[in-house]
């Protein structure tokens, strides 16, 4: 018999004895088990356990009597949550959904703002006296979108800080304009169209409200934040044919206004690409494990002009359920429609160009780099960026150089007799380990189930 008392010490890893406890009865060194819980204040009174035969015979001549084991605490913290968060000191508190709109629902936004904030300037800020207070930071915000992201962290700067929207969706623009138009006003907030792959020569040009220059030479912003998912509004409008579950034109372009420099359209390659192309896209950006098949089918229903009919070709050699979810046909039209708007949208190099080349580029040292994930390609370009944080990369499978080559690797480092790497330091320090959003949040938001945020901060040049 196990018993927990609770008084004024607090038991942090109640979570792992719990754990123990229940990895110990799938052994078998547990026959039976009854944990009685306070309901009031969530503090364990009682584990009682009995040790089977089956037990008796793995652990030998084990003590068959458990002595009697105290424990106190004030509350079952959630372990799960404090191995993964990030250390940073400065936190956000709030609803999960509190920024979220019809247009879209910002995730992670509580643990995103947090470790902008936390920037180098920023700790300096918050611990200096009265002259320190006026230091301005500049964030920038990579993705706009709907402005969820960007009005949480205005409502946390000072009145002296700017942050610069930036988005290529003249629709995501306008509407996060109108939304954040007070902010506008104040000085804090500048809209500004641009790709994120482009930022380091386009921020050159933004201009405060009194039309001056923000930087007179050298771009420096404390904070980039990059939410790399599709938006809500995006995925929810068939006219833009991101869904494969709605029906509407075969487009898929992140810039579809009249006035958009992007020509190719997903119909274009599911209508003009050979087998062996189309299968070096299903396999690259979709990770996709049937590509060929898929690829066949594809030519064979041609044309394709709604996303319905790509759907329908993909279905006719796809199962609607397997016992392998991977192999179902929600999870490969998943895949499919991720891959071509990948190429789309040429967001192979954008990335590439927005982790390896814009961002070390605009953060100063001591500033944050914060990346949302959505797929395993791009978290792991992100992670690779955070860890090495080369320019340059050896292919792997191919000669394009790209971030997202499961075989690329960095070029090979030299170091001298001791060990010391030879050359200038690496760009990035990565800080904590990767987050996923908490349950009360996917609960909510079922599109934050797949969003992985990585946090890194600039260091200095030599």
């Known amino acids: ?73 004030n509350t079952i913290s959630q372990d799960s949550s404090e191995d993964s968060s990030l250390s940073t000191s400065t936190s956000v508190d709030g609803d999960s959904q509190a920024f979220a709109t019809t247009y879209h629902a910002p995730v992670m936004f509580r643990e995103c703002i947090s470790a902008m904030l936390d920037c180098e300037r920023g700790r300096i800020r918050n611990t200096a006296g009265d002259e320190g207070q006026n230091e301005r930071l500049i964030f920038v915000d990579g993705t706009l979108g709907g402005g969820g992201h960007s009005k949480a962290m205005l409502e946390h700067m000072k009145s002296q800080d700017i942050l610069i929207g930036c988005d290529r969706d003249p629709v995501a623009l306008e509407t996060a304009s109108v939304r954040l138009r007070d902010y506008i006003e104040k000085g804090m907030f500048i809209p500004h169209r641009s790709n994120f792959r482009d930022l380091a020569s386009t921020l050159k040009n933004v201009c405060d409200r009194n039309g001056e220059k923000i930087w007179e030479e050298n771009v420096a912003v404390d904070g980039l934040l990059l939410d790399l998912g599709v938006s809500s509004h995006q995925i929810d409008s068939a006219s833009r044919g991101f869904s494969y579950s709605r029906s509407g034109p075969l487009d898929m372009r992140m810039d579809s206004s009249p006035t958009s420099t992007q020509s190719l359209k997903a119909s274009h390659i599911c209508n003009e690409y050979d087998e062996n192309s189309l299968v070096v896209v299903l396999k690259t950006y979709g990770d996709e494990p049937r590509a060929r098949k898929i690829a066949k089918a594809i030519i064979d229903h041609r044309p394709h002009e709604t996303t319905g009919d790509l759907v329908d070709a993909v279905s006719t050699v796809t199962p609607e359920f397997a016992k392998n979810r991977r192999i179902g046909r929600t999870a490969t039209l998943a895949r499919v429609f991720q891959a071509l708007r990948m190429v789309v949208n040429e967001e192979d190099t954008s990335l590439t160009d927005a982790l390896a080349v814009a961002a070390p580029s605009i953060v100063c040292p001591g500033g944050r780099l914060v990346v949302l994930t959505y797929h395993s390609l791009e978290d792991r370009a992100t992670k690779r960026v955070m860890k090495d944080g080369h320019e340059v990369w050896q292919a792997g499978s191919s000669s394009s150089h790209s971030l997202l080559d499961k075989k690329a690797r960095p070029m090979r480092i030299e170091k001298d007799l001791y060990g010391n790497e030879i050359g200038p330091p690496r760009p990035w320090k990565t800080i904590g380990k990767q987050q996923k959003a908490l349950d009360d949040e996917t609960k909510l938001n079922s599109r934050a189930r797949s969003a992985t945020l990585r946090v890194a901060e600039r260091q200095a040049s030599l």
């Open 1 to 73: 018999m196990f018993y927990l008392h609770h008084n004024n010490r607090s038991l942090p890893n109640t979570a792992n004895f719990v754990f123990t406890i229940m990895i110990m009865m799938m052994m078998g060194l547990l026959g039976s088990s009854r944990m009685i819980i306070r309901s009031d204040a969530l503090h364990v009174v009682s584990f009682s356990c009995q040790r089977s035969s089956f037990g008796r015979n793995r652990v030998g001549n084990a003590v068959r009597s458990c002595n009697v084991v105290r424990f106190m605490s």
